[in-house]
């Protein structure tokens, strides 16, 4: 039952987080740059999460200082680097390149499970893992006769993917002794001002506009507060690691279908095939839980 909650939860997380693209062509109409988006979109989150901390319970920002120390690595790696990497990759290999570099993370979770945790009987997730990535290049139009700029050029991407995969294991282990809430602000709070360093006042000061306030606040709430939240409670009660990130790769597929549907993007045999692939990648990593579910699933 926990599993199934888990993957629910790592499913809607990926679903929300698909909709990052639809939010950043929104600002990027607005003359905001993709980094000054990335600051926007993490520092909206803290504030948001700041006041509802402040009318539900203040006791909530009180952590351990080790609890503290996690948030801000979680927040300077898994928030700050990875958006700066990512952002890079975009810059140097394009947003098809770069989608399908981030979904590199699979393997790099299932190698440091295998390195740091208990995977040692999940070499039978190797395949889906193999088949997520194939997807996600076909979903994200990338084709064996793409030219790269060079071995350079791909060096952010792999490090945003690294970033991705450390903050799944990273965040595991914190929440065990923190709670999610307090430690998604702390991380968001920490992985703001990191990113603040990285992003001109003059690009962040259009956002200040009122027209750009909702926007602003809807972006920090459906694709970092909301998402982060069900990101957390499903590693919270998910025993196998390894296949979260297979799991939120849905995200892609969503992402993809936005795409289509809302800015016209053509819709070819190839990038069906790679939404397909995605999904069947996601039902093969978690099939052993899932048969397991219809075993214990009560007939009440």
Request: glycine share 8%.
């Amino acid at each position: 039952m926990k599993n199934r909650k888990g993957f629910i939860f790592i499913l809607l997380a990926g679903s929300l987080w698909g909709t990052i693209g639809l939010f950043s062509k929104i600002l990027n109409t607005y003359g905001i740059s993709s980094s000054a988006s990335a600051f926007v979109r993490i520092f909206s989150a803290s504030v948001i999460l700041m006041l509802y901390i402040l009318l539900k319970n203040r006791k909530m920002f009180r952590i351990s200082r080790n609890g503290l120390i996690c948030a801000f690595i979680n927040g300077a790696v898994g928030q700050a680097l990875y958006n700066i990497c990512y952002t890079s990759s975009v810059n140097c290999a394009g947003v098809a390149v770069s989608s399908v570099l981030l979904y590199l993370s699979p393997v790099f979770v299932f190698l440091f499970s295998l390195v740091f945790g208990d995977e040692t009987s999940a070499a039978y997730k190797l395949p889906g893992i193999i088949l997520n990535i194939a997807g996600c290049a076909l979903a994200a139009g990338v084709s064996g006769a793409m030219n790269f700029a060079g071995i350079i050029s791909l060096v952010p991407g792999i490090l945003s993917a690294l970033a991705y995969a450390f903050m799944t294991i990273w965040s595991s282990k914190c929440l065990k002794d923190t709670d999610k809430l307090t430690f998604l602000f702390y991380s968001m709070l920490s992985g703001s001002i990191c990113l603040l360093t990285t992003s001109p006042l003059s690009e962040i000061v259009p956002v200040l506009e009122m027209k750009m306030l909702f926007v602003s606040c809807a972006y920090g709430l459906f694709t970092t507060v909301i998402p982060y939240l069900l990101y957390y409670s499903g590693l919270s009660v998910i025993e196998d690691l390894s296949g979260v990130p297979v799991i939120a790769s849905v995200e892609v597929v969503v992402a993809s279908v936005i795409g289509i549907f809302l800015f016209g993007e053509e819709a070819g045999i190839t990038k069906t095939a790679g939404i397909v692939l995605v999904l069947l990648s996601i039902v093969l990593i978690n099939l052993k839980a899932l048969l397991n579910m219809e075993k214990h699933r009560s007939p009440f």
